[in-house]
């Protein structure tokens, strides 16, 4: 009986043991009762051990791709690739799988001869080390019969007609049969090293984009650091905004996304040379002071706020279909597609460069003109590139199937919930409250 009770008790006792204790024993039944907590350093450790192995894994596989690429290159003599060289150098040449995938390659597997059956491709006439091969006839073949002799006619009653012989064939043998294979081949095998190219490298930005989706779940807030403008690290300005059009634009506008950031780079760069344009009509004339001086206003002016009105509300319109985002890039676009316009025109003495202020200069000095109307050709692609994105973007647009209704329920959703504006209105609702207090 007393052992009974032991036995049934034993346990229960042992876990209000384990859980009321101050530190976590040893033993082993306390531990299968008790989780042990682990620190958020650990946990960490942990989910940056399994990223590094998951990399360690990915950079194999493409070593491994990388190997039989490079293998078969050196077979065809085709070019080598950088981007194989620097894969098998990132894990130092050690790829597992390259012997077992080199045994299976069609392309490496040789034509090993046989002396078991006669033919052609055994046979070496230039061998004089050994005869040629007697035939074996298969087993289970019907024997041949005996041929008996006949009786021949005599040659001179029987004179066969000469007809001309047919062209002997050119293939003698297995060394002909690979080269006309290798020579077929070879242009097959280089078009399935550009797919396998093209393959690794969406396969490449996938795991990229993978790995980033990762991170922003697990809340790795290193990655989501601000990354634009590119400064140097040792700068004291830091970079204002997040952008990275391959991770956060999807794929089908990816393409547009990057031709509207080129083009705000392009007229960036057409205001910077339109500064020093108007440098040079100033040191040909002194009375061009006011041009000089927009010029230098023009380029501080529009280079950052065209980024901030136009491309930011571009960019994120296309990352979350945001109508309201589209509507506020139209307007401002369209402006500024006016001013591109206005820049090619050049009126005399508004700082552009364009073609009137071109024309003009062109009669005092040929040196700054020509400057002058290199910068008019740039405001006139500028203008150009423009009007044309602006038509694209707009037929896009009108494809999602967005309207003004649902750009106002975005701006309304977005007001009322952002907690400054509803801190702010709490406060205005509160002083007039206060106020109408007072006054009763």
């Not at 109307?373 to 038509?391: D, E, P, Q, S, Y």
Request: aromatic letters at 12%; hydrophobic letters at 40%; a positive charge.
């Amino acid at each position: 009986m007393e052992s009974v009770v032991k036995s049934a008790f034993r346990a229960p006792v042992k876990q209000l043991q384990c859980c009321i204790s101050a530190d976590f024993p040893k033993d082993k039944d306390c531990q299968a009762l008790v989780g042990c907590v682990k620190s958020p350093a650990e946990q960490n450790q942990r989910i940056q051990g399994k990223k590094s192995k998951r990399d360690v894994d990915y950079a194999q596989r493409k070593a491994e791709r990388a190997a039989i690429r490079t293998h078969i290159r050196e077979k065809y003599q085709l070019p080598k690739n950088k981007v194989d060289k620097k894969q098998l150098e990132a894990i130092a040449g050690k790829v597992k799988m390259l012997q077992a995938h080199v045994a299976v390659d069609p392309a490496v597997v040789q034509h090993k001869p046989s002396t078991e059956y006669a033919t052609l491709d055994v046979y070496n006439p230039f061998d004089n080390q050994r005869p040629p091969p007697p035939y074996q006839p298969q087993p289970g073949a019907q024997p041949t019969p005996p041929v008996t002799k006949v009786p021949q006619p005599p040659a001179s009653a029987m004179q066969p007609h000469k007809k001309p012989s047919p062209p002997e064939s050119k293939n003698y043998g297995s060394y002909g049969t690979q080269q006309h294979w290798e020579s077929t081949a070879a242009p097959a095998t280089a078009e399935l090293l550009k797919r396998q190219e093209e393959l690794n490298r969406k396969a490449e930005e996938l795991d990229r984009r993978e790995r980033e989706l990762q991170n922003a779940a697990l809340g790795n807030a290193a990655i989501r650091q601000n990354n634009w403008p590119p400064l140097p690290s040792f700068c004291p300005v830091k970079p204002c905004f997040y952008q990275d059009i391959p991770v956060e634009i999807p794929m089908e506008f990816q393409k547009t996304v990057s031709s509207m950031y080129y083009l705000w780079m392009a007229s960036t760069v057409t205001l910077f040379l339109n500064f020093l344009a108007s440098l040079a009509w100033f040191c040909v004339d002194t009375t061009a002071g006011s041009g000089f001086g927009l010029s230098i206003l023009w380029v501080l002016l529009f280079t950052p706020c065209s980024f901030l009105c136009w491309y930011r509300p571009m960019y994120k319109a296309f990352r979350s279909d945001s109508s309201f985002n589209f509507f506020v890039f139209f307007f401002i676009f369209f402006v500024q597609d006016i001013v591109y316009v206005l820049q090619a025109i050049g009126i005399p003495g508004s700082g552009f460069s364009g073609w009137i202020a071109s024309l003009t200069v062109l009669r005092k000095n040929q040196a700054a003109a020509v400057i002058m109307i290199l910068v008019a050709v740039f405001f006139t692609v500028v203008a150009v590139l423009g009007i044309i994105m602006l038509k694209r973007i707009h037929s896009m647009y009108r494809r999602t199937g967005a309207s003004f209704q649902k750009a106002q329920e975005e701006f309304a959703t977005g007001v009322f919930s952002n907690q400054a504006v509803r801190t702010a209105a709490a406060n205005v609702a509160t002083g007039a409250a206060g106020s109408a207090f007072r006054a009763q």
